[in-house]
C-alpha cells in the first residue's frame, strides 16, 4: 500500500511545530508540496522540513513552490521540475516531478499548483499533464498528481484532471472531503489524481487534532492509500 499526501504548507508562514504532527499524523510515503518554501535558504528550509518529518526532497525547484518528498527507502528514478507557461500579471506556475519506483512499480508523480485565473489554470493543466505523461512515458510508470488545484470539481480544470485521472476521494472517500479553509472548510481545492491502472483504497484527511490542523496553515491535507503492484 502507497500512501500519497498532498499539502499547501503556504510557505511555513504559521505554525511549523502544528505542521510537522500534521505531517507526520499521515505517515505518507509520498507527499506532493505546495507553497514550499521558494526565497531565503529555500532549499535549507525544504530540506528540514523533510528531515524532521522522517522524509527526503526527490524533486522541486524554486519557481512555483512545489516540491516532492519521500519516506526513505523509495528509490528515486528521476526529477525533474518544469515552469509552466508564463502569464502576463500573473504568478510564475510550477510542475515537480519525481518517478519513483515502489514495489518493482515505476510511478511518475506530480505536484501542481494551479492560479486563481481559470484560464491559466486550465492551461497549465493541459500542460502538467502533457509533462506527465511525456516523465512517465520514459520509464513505463503510472501517474500520480497532487495539488492544490484553486477550484472545484465542477468546474472545467477539475473536470479535465478528472476525465484523465482517477479523482481520488469520490472513487474511495473517508471523510467529506473539504480541504478549505483549514479552520472551518467549505470547499475541495486540493486533490490527488491517480492512474486507473492502480486502485484507490481510501482517501480523506490526516488523523490529526483540529488545533493542529487549524494552526498548521491554510489549507487541509488530502492522503490517498493506493494498492500499487499485483
Known sequence: MLRVAT?????????????IRVIESMRADVLCLQEA???LNWRGRRRELAQTCGLRVAAGGRLGGVAVLVRPGIEVLA???????????LEIRGLAVAILRV?????????IHLDLHRAARLRHAYEAMT????????????????G??????TEPTWRYLAGQLADCHPAAP???????PARQPRERIDAVFAARSLTVVSCGGADASETDLGAATDHLPVLAELRVGP
Not at 526529477?79 to 500579471?89: D, N, P, R, S
Not at 492544490?148 to 470539481?153: A, F, I, M, V
Request: charged share 20%; net charge positive.
Open 148 to 153: 492544490d488545484l484553486n477550484e472545484q470539481e
Open 7 to 19: 499539502y499547501n504548507v503556504r510557505g511555513l508562514r504559521d505554525s511549523v511545530p502544528a505542521l
Open 37 to 39: 518554501p521558494r526565497f
Open 79 to 89: 526529477a525533474e521540475h518544469h515552469a509552466l507557461k508564463v502569464f502576463l500579471g
Open 174 to 180: 473517508r471523510g467529506d472531503g473539504l480541504t478549505f
Open 103 to 111: 514495489a518493482g512499480v515505476p510511478l511518475a508523480v506530480g505536484s
Open 131 to 146: 509533462l506527465m505523461r511525456r516523465a512517465a512515458g520514459a520509464y513505463g510508470a503510472a501517474i500520480v498528481i497532487g
